[in-house]
C-alpha cells in the first residue's frame, strides 16, 4: 500500500477484497507529511454504504476494484504529527472527517468542498479508510474532542453531519414542521438535530416498532408505522398526525415508498431532502412535485457541518450512545458486519474498536 512506511509497528486493518470477503491484513504505518497526523484509530462505525461494498461490491456510483481498507466513521488519538502542524498534539483524541478536497478548485472556494471532483474520502473507491489501528490524516479534518466527549461520540459525528447537512439543506429553522422517513441512526440523528435547530414538529416513520420506539425514547414528538403501500395514503396520515402537510421532508430510508410519501406529503413550495440512494424504479411522482413546486434536494455527504457536529455533542446536552447497539474489536469486523446487515431491528450503530 503506502510506499513510504514505518514497518516497526503492526497496523491491522480491515480489507475488503470482494463481495463478502472482508480480511484482516497487516498494511504499512503511514510516514507522515506536511501537515498530518498519525492517529491511533479509536472507533469505527459501520454505515449502510460500507454495508453495500461489502454485499454488493459497489455502492451508488463508486464500484470496489483494487482492495479497500474500509471506515469512514472514525475517531483516534494523536500519536504522531508531521511538520507545520500546530492545531493539535500528542494525546489529543479526535473525530475525522473523512472527506478531504483539494482545496483548489471553484466548489473548495466556494465551500462546497464535499462537491469536489478531486475529494479523497475514506472507503470510496480507491481511497483507503480508516478501519486499521494507525492512520494517518491532515490536521485540519481532524476536530479535538473535549474530555467529556467519547470516542465513539467522536465517531458518531460522521453521521451527525450528514443529519445536519440534511436539515440545512432543507432550510430547517423555527416553527418548521419536518417530516423524516426512515428511523435508522441517520433519521435519528436528522430528527434531532431538526428539533435542535427549531423545528415545532417532527414525524418519523418506519416499518419497525422496535426502531420507533427508539424514535421516540430519543425524542420524536410523532411516530407513525409504515403498514400501507399507497403513497397517498400515508401522505394523507402524515398531514392527519401532523395537523398540517410538513414543509421539509426528509427521505432516510431509501425506499420508493417513502419518497414518493415524501413528495404527497409535503407542503406546496416545501421541499424534499434525498439522503437515501434510491433504486430508480420508476415511481417518483415528479409531476406532483412539479405542480406543487415542492424542491427536491440531493445531498451528498456535507461540507462544513463537523464543527456544529461537535458543538451539538459536546453542548446540546442531547445523549447519542443509545444509538451504539454493539461493540467488536477490529479482529472481529466480519462479525460486526453480519451483525450490522443482520436486519435485527435491534442493530442500530455498530461500533468497532481499532485499539485496546
Ligand atoms: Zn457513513
Ligand atoms: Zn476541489
Given amino acids: 500500500m503506502a510506499s513510504t512506511c514505518d514497518n516497526a509497528m503492526d497496523n491491522l486493518a480491515a480489507v475488503l477484497h470482494g463481495k463478502l470477503d472482508i480480511r484482516l491484513e497487516n498494511i504499512d504505518v503511514p510516514k507522515l507529511q506536511e501537515n498530518e497526523v498519525l492517529l491511533a484509530m479509536g472507533s469505527v462505525g459501520i454505515c449502510g454504504s460500507d454495508l453495500k461494498y461489502w454485499t454488493e461490491g459497489k455502492c451508488g456510483i463508486f464500484t470496489l476494484g483494487q482492495p479497500l481498507v474500509m471506515g469512514h466513521e472514525g475517531s483516534g488519538t494523536v500519536t504522531k504529527v508531521g511538520p507545520g502542524v500546530k492545531s493539535l498534539k500528542i494525546g489529543d483524541r479526535v473525530a475525522v472527517e473523512p472527506g478531504v478536497p483539494c482545496r483548489k478548485c471553484g466548489l473548495c472556494k466556494t465551500g462546497r468542498y464535499n ?34 466527549v467519547s470516542l465513539d461520540e467522536g465517531a458518531l459525528l460522521e453521521p451527525l453531519a450528514v443529519a445536519i447537512y440534511s436539515c440545512r439543506r ?125 424542491d427536491i434536494k440531493g445531498i451528498f455527504r456535507y461540507a462544513n457541518c463537523y464543527p456544529a457536529a461537535l458543538d451539538f455533542v459536546t453542548n446540546s446536552g442531547v445523549n447519542l450512545k443509545p444509538l451504539i447497539s454493539h461493540h467488536f474489536p477490529i479482529q472481529d469486523t466480519t462479525t460486526a458486519f453480519e451483525t450490522a446487515r443482520s436486519g435485527d431491528a435491534h442493530a442500530l450503530k455498530v461500533m468497532i474498536h481499532c485499539n485496546k
Fill in 170 to 294: 432543507g432550510n430547517v429553522a423555527l416553527g418548521t414542521k419536518v417530516f423524516v422517513c426512515g428511523s435508522g441512526p441517520v433519521g435519528i440523528l436528522t430528527m434531532l438535530v431538526a428539533k435542535q435547530m427549531g423545528a415545532s414538529k417532527v414525524l418519523i416513520t418506519d416499518i419497525d416498532d422496535v426502531r420507533l420506539e427508539m424514535a421516540r425514547q430519543m425524542g420524536a414528538d410523532l411516530t407513525l408505522k409504515v403498514t400501507s403501500r399507497d403513497a397517498k395514503d400515508l401522505a394523507n396520515q402524515v398531514e392527519a398526525m401532523m395537523e398540517g402537510q410538513p414543509e421539509v421532508s426528509i427521505e432516510c430510508s431509501g425506499a420508493d415508498l417513502s419518497y414518493a410519501t415524501a413528495i404527497h406529503a409535503t407542503y406546496p413550495g416545501g421541499c424534499v431532502v434525498t439522503v437515501a440512494r434510491h433504486r430508480n424504479s420508476g415511481d417518483i411522482p415528479l409531476n406532483h412535485a412539479a405542480t406543487k413546486e415542492v
Fill in 115 to 148: 462537491l469536489c471532483k478531486d475529494i479523497f474520502f475514506c472507503a470510496t473507491p480507491p481511497d483507503h479508510g480508516n478501519l486499521c489501528m494507525f492512520y494517518k490524516h491532515p490536521a485540519d479534518f481532524c476536530f479535538r474532542l473535549p474530555d467529556h
